[in-house]
């Protein structure tokens, strides 16, 4: 996967960027440079992928307030389904969206993420970045590898992703539109967040670093936007 056009390119992109970052700060910070270099490098990358952001707020938003609307379909036609779909898809469109309309930039940002995730466990193409350390262990060992020097770090990163993943569930549930997605939302799925902490347990340490500035961001980044952006105005409807 990570020898495919384009996530082969943005990766040696990326990585090009992580060595000049990690040259940068040496002389300021020393051997930790290049996993403050990971931190800076994920933040720029967040930092574009803002605009995605926006656009999933607002779509949440706009299935906030026809929400009602759908679970007054879902309980008008409970034993007919087609009946069903077909009235709430005509809620979406004059609501000028979809039902994936929240997924869509998710979607389109994967690739640089996938990218960025692959530099982080050595698929790119300069892996002697991952020979620095962080309080003494590689960037590129995983738990199981670093052995005792490694547990205080490695511990206290699992602790903080345990944080980030439980802030987000408790601060960004799953988007609950109709009632059965409210039942799967309050279900075993919402606690997915946790999967970073399970992931990370793996992972070497820079897709750790990553995973924790990232899962961080993206909390944040959700909490601030659904103050600062507006709701969108209902879709005008044509003259019949």
Known sequence: MYSVWPISVVMSLLTAVLTVLT????????????????????????????????????????????????????????KDPEKRVAAQQKVYVEAGTSPLAGCLPSLAQLPVVIALYGVFIGQGPDTDLLTHTLAGVALGATPAAAGVSGAVVFG?????????????????????????????AEGPLSYLPFLTVVFAAFVPLAAGLYLLTSGAWALGERLLLRRLVPEPAPKALPRT
């Open 156 to 184: 206290l990163l699992l602790v903080l992703l345990a944080l980030v993943a439980w802030g987000t569930r408790r601060f960004l549930p799953l988007p609950a539109t109709t009632p059965e997605a409210a039942r799967m």
């Open 23 to 78: 040259t940068v700060f040496t002389p300021l910070v020393g051997a930790p440079a290049a996993a403050l270099a990971v931190l800076g490098l994920t933040i720029a990358v967040r930092l574009l992928l803002v605009p995605f952001g926006v656009a999933q707020v607002r779509a949440e938003k706009v299935r906030a307030r026809i929400a009602p609307r759908l679970a007054e379909i879902a309980a008008r036609y409970p």
